[in-house]
């Protein structure tokens, strides 16, 4: 596998489908969304759970 580009975007995928895997294959009612005037952020069950950074909000 080559990757290239500023993020290693295999890496962040398998390590997605790890943990939603590990979550027991969570629907969507599991998960939330935060936005901040940096980014969005979407979490498995609470706040402090497994979490991802979407990118910057729109202006």
Known sequence: ???SGPRPIWN???AAHHVFRGAGWPGP???SIT???HAQH?????????SWT???PLP
């Open 29 to 31: 009612e599991r998960y």
């Open 42 to 50: 979407v979490w498995l069950d609470y706040p402090g759970g497994p």
């Open 54 to 56: 979407l990118g910057s």
């Open 12 to 14: 962040i995928l398998e």
């Open 1 to 3: 596998m080559f990757q």
């Open 35 to 37: 936005l901040d005037e």
